[in-house]
């Protein structure tokens, strides 16, 4: 396993937040976590990086391979988010800062990282634009003068600018539009084949869990409710919160060849 949670438990001073949840990734795999709104899903990943207000406390056991995250000091996490562990969130913009050009962007996530050669550095910003087909010119431009597509797409360069272990993408797609979204996902799923990295993927859409999960698990206040591969957890749910769910995915319409409709969850 890549990354195993083992019985973790956050609490603020006076909730349970999230209830002894445990799960673990395989490597390579694209794993999704589907769920209500504020089932605990984004608080999950959170913890992983260390990323959780002080407010909160955090107990059980987070391991990167063997490394024990919730035990990392803080400059030993740094070193582990931007290199072993990347995040893609859903708010593009607030993911950038709004005075500083991507150049700037690639170049300071380079240097935090430890990278300080300008060829060096020059060499891999423009293989990683390449990667995302994006053209070398929007280096020079702030992230208002990109598009929410376009920024999603440096966002995926740089969360694998360094190889990482694992990308966390937090419902990255939710802010595009669904043309915009589709075209992220597939860049994100043909990245993965060339890089071969774990995907945790946190996701409303159910469509995106059939298309490209591999397996997932359903969270319901605070806990892991069901998990599994996708065709066991789509095909036969055992629980009855995830049947509601799946029951209330959004119905596409596909057109047969005859001109009938047959519905289908994408
Ligand atoms: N800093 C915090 N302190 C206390 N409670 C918090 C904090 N941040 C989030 N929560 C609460 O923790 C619960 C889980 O939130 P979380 O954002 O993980 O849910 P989620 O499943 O990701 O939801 P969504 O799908 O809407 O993003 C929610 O009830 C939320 O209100």
Not at 213 to 225: F, H, S
Request: aromatic content about 6%; overall charge positive.
């Amino acid at each position: 396993m890549i990354l195993s949670i083992k019985d973790v438990t956050i609490k603020n001073k006076d909730n349970t937040i999230i209830d002894n949840v445990s799960l673990s990734i395989r490597e390579g795999e694209w794993f999704a976590l589907v769920g209500q709104s504020g089932s605990g899903k984004s608080m999950i990943t959170q913890a992983i990086g260390q990323l959780l207000p002080s407010s909160l406390k955090v107990e059980g056991n987070i391991y990167l391979r063997d490394t024990d995250l919730l035990s990392l000091d803080k400059k030993e996490i740094r070193q582990v988010r931007g290199k072993r562990i990347t995040y893609i969130f859903q708010n593009y913009l607030g993911s950038f800062t709004p005075f500083h050009t991507i150049e700037h962007h690639f170049k300071e996530y380079m240097r935090v990282q430890g990278l300080n050669d300008t060829k060096l550095q020059n060499e891999r910003m423009i293989e990683s634009l390449e990667s995302v087909a994006l053209s070398q010119h929007l280096l020079k431009r702030f992230p208002s003068q990109l598009s929410g597509g376009q920024l999603q797409r440096v966002s995926i360069a740089l969360a694998l600018l360094f190889s990482p272990d694992i990308v966390i993408a937090d419902e990255m797609t939710t802010a595009l539009d669904s043309v915009s979204g589709y075209k992220i996902l597939e860049l994100l799923k043909q990245r993965q084949k060339e890089t071969n990295c774990t995907i945790l993927f946190i996701t409303h859409d159910w469509r995106h869990v059939r298309k490209y999960a591999d397996r997932l698990a359903v969270m319901k206040d605070g806990q892991i409710i069901e998990s599994g591969g996708k065709h066991r957890i789509l095909d036969h749910p055992q629980h009855s919160y995830t049947k509601q769910l799946i029951k209330a995915a959004p119905l596409l319409r596909k057109q047969l060849p005859s001109g009938l409709d047959q519905e289908e969850i994408l």
